[in-house]
């Protein structure tokens, strides 16, 4: 994606006629999310939606290789070590953004290609249109780095078909374009050689629905179709360990590779994760994005975000020392402390 403007900014806001256009801009970094972009994105939504020649609004990313990789961890990071509020601070505006895209009035269409995680979920799965281009990459890969599958994932994973969201949240598993059509990540699939004739018509002031109908295109069969029975049967449990044990059961390459995917990742992260998606089912989005929060906050003053980034992403050895190291040494209190109010700390939406 090449954006119009060659300005230096992170984030391009653009009026084409009846449409406002978001370009993500921080190609070099994958286009990850600052604080500042979170802020700037919320301002500018808020004073489209009062602008009644905006009809929609669409985001996309600036470069070949990403929509969003995601939050910026490396800035998160050094937060945390450095104990200054930015982390916080950042996860806050973020999450209010997410609910600002939620609960939006006007058409909000991502045009996702190449790589979306984490934080570039947030801007884009919670929308009400998520066009897939064919490079798609879908993942929610937190338990992997001691964090948890934030942004909405409280919401959108459990209300995936079947037991997929909770497959997707435990094990960070990637999703192509096809098979994040399936588990409803992304609501078309329109391939990107027809991307400025999408803008050209949402510009024009065509309704979302109309414009993508005219462009979208079938894609074949997935990964998930064929494997949603094994996926119903084994992450339908009680527990992490419970899915574990009905993975070792399987005795089939699948089972055993997505046992020993869960296996490696945050003992802690898992339980919190496997929590968050049960509950997250009967709770409307704001009451998800409350929840959250007040997760990451204990995720922020605890080890294994750290631990997991630092092995990750700073010394890339990929072998984190997680505290606990097994599932075994995480207690239900434990888990409980992550999901305690906050009293005058909670998330104002």
Not at 51 to 72: H, P, T, Y
Not at 200 to 213: Q, S, Y
Not at 258 to 271: E, Q
């Amino acid at each position: 994606m090449t954006p119009d403007s060659s300005s230096s900014a992170e984030v391009l806001f653009e009026r084409r006629g009846a449409l406002g256009l978001i370009t993500l801009n921080r190609p070099k970094a994958l286009n990850a999310l600052t604080q500042g972009m979170c802020v700037a994105m919320k301002a500018q939504l808020d004073a489209w939606e009062k602008d009644d020649a905006v009809k929609s609004v669409a985001i996309r990313g600036n470069g070949e290789r990403a929509f969003s990789a995601g939050g910026d961890i490396r800035a998160l990071y050094e937060s945390g070590q450095q104990k200054t509020p930015y982390a916080l601070q950042f996860y806050r505006d973020e999450y209010i953004l997410n609910a600002t895209i939620k609960r939006y009035p006007k058409p909000y269409v991502a045009l996702i290609h190449g790589i979306d995680m984490g934080g570039g979920v947030g801007v884009s799965v919670n929308g009400s249109h998520r066009v897939a281009g064919e490079t798609m990459t879908f993942a929610m890969p937190e338990t992997g780095i001691g964090l948890f599958p934030d942004v909405g994932g409280s919401y959108f994973l459990p209300r995936c078909p079947g037991e997929i969201g909770m497959f997707l949240g435990l094990t960070g598993a990637r999703l192509k374009t096809t098979d994040s059509l399936y588990a409803g990540i992304a609501t078309d699939f329109v391939p990107m050689a027809r991307w400025d004739m999408l803008l050209t018509a949402l510009a024009d002031g065509t309704g979302p629905d109309t414009a993508i109908a005219g462009l979208r295109d079938a894609v074949p069969d997935t990964f998930l179709a064929e494997h949603r029975n094994m996926i119903d049967r084994t992450f339908a449990h009680s527990s992490v360990e419970d899915i574990l044990a009905a993975l070792d059961a399987e005795h089939t390459d699948w089972g055993q590779d997505t046992a020993k995917t869960i296996r490696v990742k945050s003992p802690t992260s898992l339980k919190i994760a496997f929590r968050q998606i049960r509950e997250g089912k009967t709770l409307d989005f704001d009451d998800c994005m409350r929840m959250e929060y007040r997760m990451v906050n204990r995720i922020v003053a605890g080890h294994d975000f750290y631990e997991g980034v630092r092995a990750v992403i700073i010394d890339k050895d990929n072998a984190p020392k997680w505290c606990p190291a097994e599932l075994a040494g995480v207690s239900g209190a434990d888990v409980d402390a992550y999901f305690a109010p906050l009293g005058e700390r909670e998330l104002k939406l």
